[in-house]
């Protein structure tokens, strides 16, 4: 059975452009997979790649099996979330889910973490919440900016993707409670 795979893109800083490449390039060389939509916020800055697969947020959610929400910048609605089979899969840039939101390396900074990180987890009714798939850390340096922090979560965050991209696939992630 063909899986289909939707995509809701923050396109702005191109931050996760790599994520989106990787994804198309997964869905390219899976048989089982394909890319249904994807809905972003500007269309001109979308990569050639993904043009052809543009659509509205509707079709993403109401024709994928499962879909990634790649820095994706609107709370997304309860009924929306249970009608996506595989669930709807976001990247939030805190440990285990530690600071909700958005500036998480600044709280972090702020309050003299030790380590940041980023968490692969399902999309659930509450914000930043949901069942993880997976979290990473690394050492704050006392060099590093809230940007570089973001930076670095990104990276790791692909990492996550990569890793765990065939098992959420296949239906074989494990997941973790937020602490």
Request: glycine share 6%; proline share 2%.
């Amino acid at each position: 059975m063909i899986k289909k795979c939707g995509i809701l893109y923050n396109s702005v800083n191109n931050s996760f452009e790599n994520y989106l490449e990787f994804i198309v390039s997964k869905v390219d060389s899976l048989d089982n997979l394909e890319l249904s939509y994807v809905h972003t916020n500007d269309e001109l800055l979308i990569p050639g790649f993904a043009k052809n697969k543009l659509s509205s947020y509707d079709k993403v959610i109401l024709e994928s099996d499962v879909v990634f929400s790649l820095g994706y910048w609107k709370v997304i609605e309860k009924n929306h979330i249970d009608s996506v089979p595989m669930g709807i899969i976001n990247f939030h840039h805190s440990y285990m889910l530690k600071y909700r939101g958005r500036h998480c390396g600044t709280w972090a900074i702020r309050n003299k973490e030790k380590f940041h990180g980023t968490t692969m987890h399902f999309i659930d009714e509450n914000l930043d919440r949901g069942k993880i798939i997976d979290s990473k850390k690394f050492p704050i340096l006392e060099s590093d900016t809230a940007e570089d922090l973001y930076y670095k979560a990104n990276d790791l965050g692909l990492q996550i993707l990569k890793e765990k991209f065939e098992d959420i696939i296949l239906g074989n992630q494990k997941v973790k409670n937020v602490p």
